[in-house]
């Protein structure tokens, strides 16, 4: 697949995904430095990758889906990107970010390996979006074109209701 950034052609590393495989193990972090794997992670889930918390487009992203999804408790929503644990830990605190969990891929890129979302290029995650059942079956699946585009807010959480 072909993605820009801001109309420059960029390459993405690793194994896309499509609906009904199921997701690969990885290994995140935490805002406390803490690994998180699969097995860590249970039920609904959604799985979000963007480029920094930091820059407006991914902050209206992770800012929609934290107001959004208190309306759906069986559903965790995580937000994966190559930001340090400390820096994602100062964002959320600071634009009071409670309901989604934000993961670091810095360390390992297992995460964006295994999606298919690591940009080489810029050493960053591209904007995607993944609803996994409670199986660990890709059930959406949703990678953006153009990096500075929205995923599709209404459709992701539409996947989210409707998988078990």
Known sequence: MKITFQGNEL???GNQVVKGEKISDFVAYDNSLKPVTLKDTKGVRIFLTVPSVDTPVCDLEVATFNERIKEMPEVTCYTISMDLP??????CAAKGVENVKTLSDYKDRKFGEITGTYIKELGLLTRAAFVVDSNNEFVYIEYLEEITNQPNFEEILKAAKEAK
């Open 86 to 91: 400390f820096a994602q830990a100062r964002w």
């Open 11 to 13: 390459t993405l590393v």
